[in-house]
């Protein structure tokens, strides 16, 4: 149970190199399950999700070997192929369901627990009905028992008409890598276009599958027979990037932030240049620089993309608490992801929570207290405002930090933040 002890405040300085896509990465490794050839992976991010995910891959049979420091890896098929995903592996990570519709598409079965992952929908959990639905809707037969999903299909599946009822990132890569080696062609309607999604595209279709955009929210898939041999580099992490561009903002810093591709996170980057920010694109690179008095942004509302992410919602709830006046933030994604607003209370701030809506009145100078991180997200918010706060703070549990955030700390020691973890 490691904590981070910051003394804060601190202003950013310096430079910061940007991950791989945990995002974009999870179902890639995912759908190495209907390869036959080696699949070599670059750019992978040194974070517990990915480890999480290879070590189901490992236990489903696939054999896995590390270069360059583990960013690189090369995921080839032994004989032993298994079709159980345990659920000991499955409830610290959601993505692992992306195991299931590979498994069936490539050998018509899989026992697949139910998965676990971030508390962002209180009571009412993160259900996975858009995956099964969809599933069934080319051909794979399900039951359910003891927590785990034992699924089935005769033969291949078979491709069809699907429209989603609503937008899911999840089960729309999750159909897009269950339907590449289908008979016949699959329409997926409705489908999610975040950047993470078009890397998935951009690396099946360089692996030999036949997808093709044919509308906004409309992907196209001829089913192919196999996939071949292939090399592929993850995009950057788009809430990393996030992440370090509102630190700066905060923090009155100066950062120059390389690694990402700037053009895929316009509506954040216009957000902090109303804020104040000063940003310059240089080529994959963002320098930006944080205002002296940050101005409050009246009302944030989560979407999918290329709408607001609520991935970043937290972090710019703490850059709220410091503009000059009140905002608010609508959660329309999640049903409650609010958990870190209790927290910066703790360390003064003034949010005022009614359904998905939160109000923050601004002005908060932070002074340093002990902080608890609930999941991924939460915990980057409490790190940046205890970097912003005066005096030393403790952010425990941030092993839900180290699920998608690389070396977070050595990143900040290097722009100048005082930060230790402790173990
Ligand atoms: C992905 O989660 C991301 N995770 C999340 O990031 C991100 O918050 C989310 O997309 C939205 O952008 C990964 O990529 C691994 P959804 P996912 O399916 O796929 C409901 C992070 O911090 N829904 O688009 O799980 C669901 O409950 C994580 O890195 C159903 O009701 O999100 C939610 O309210 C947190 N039934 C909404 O749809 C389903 O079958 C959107 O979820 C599927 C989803």
Not at 214 to 224: A, N, P, S, W
Not at 289 to 297: T, W, Y
Not at 369 to 387: K, Q, W, Y
Request: proline share 3%; hydrophobic share 40%; with cysteine.
């Amino acid at each position: 149970m490691d904590k981070f002890l910051i003394k804060g405040p601190s202003i950013l300085k310096g430079q910061v190199s940007i991950s791989g896509s945990k995002n974009a990465a999870l179902p890639i490794l995912a759908s190495t399950l209907l390869f036959d050839k080696p699949v070599t992976l670059k750019n992978l991010p040194r974070v517990r999700d990915i480890d999480t995910m290879l070590n189901l891959l490992r236990s489903l049979g696939s054999k896995i070997e590390f270069f360059d420091n583990k960013k690189k890896v090369r995921i080839s098929k032994t004989k032993k192929q298994k079709y159980f995903a345990s659920y000991s592996l499955l409830k610290t990570m959601r993505a692992g369901i992306l195991v299931l519709g590979p498994l069936v598409a490539k050998h018509q079965k899989s026992i697949t627990s139910f998965p676990g992952g971030c508390v962002l929908n209180g009571n009412s959990g993160r259900p996975i009905n858009l995956h099964l639905n969809a599933l069934q809707k080319l051909g794979m037969k399900f039951s359910i028992l003891n927590g785990y999903i034992h699924a089935s299909s005769k033969g291949k599946l078979k491709g069809k008409t699907i429209k989603f009822p609503s937008i899911s990132v999840g089960a729309t890569q999750h159909l897009l890598i269950s339907s590449i080696l289908s008979d016949g062609t699959t329409i997926l309607k409705g489908v999610a276009t975040e950047p993470e999604v078009v890397d998935l595209i951009n690396y099946l279709n360089a692996a030999g599958a036949n997808i093709k955009w044919v509308g906004k929210r409309t992907c196209q898939i001829i089913g192919v027979n196999s996939l071949k041999e292939t090399n592929y580099t993850v995009m950057g992490d788009r809430i990393e990037t996030g992440t370090f561009c509102v630190a700066a903002t905060l923090t009155k810093g100066n950062l120059l932030i390389k690694g990402f591709d700037p053009s895929l996170i316009k509506t954040e980057l216009d957000l902090l240049k109303k804020t104040g920010a000063k940003i310059k694109i240089l080529n994959q690179e963002i320098h930006i620089k944080g205002p002296q008095k940050i101005k409050k942004i009246n009302h944030l509302v989560t979407k999918e993309y290329a709408g607001f992410p609520t991935d970043l919602a937290p972090q710019f709830m703490v850059l709220l608490c410091k503009a000059n006046g009140r905002s608010s933030i609508t959660e329309n994604i999640f049903k409650s992801r609010f958990m870190h607003a209790m927290e910066l209370q703790r360390l003064g701030a003034k949010i005022s929570i009614k359904n998905n809506q939160a109000t923050i009145e601004g002005n908060t100078n932070f002074i340093g207290a002990e902080v608890m991180s609930s999941d991924l997200r939460a915990s980057a918010a409490l790190i940046l405002a205890v970097i912003s706060a005066k005096g030393i703070s403790t952010v425990s549990r941030v092993y839900h930090c180290d699920r998608g955030y690389e070396n977070i700390e050595k990143k900040l020691k290097k722009i100048g933040v005082n930060i230790k973890r402790i173990s």
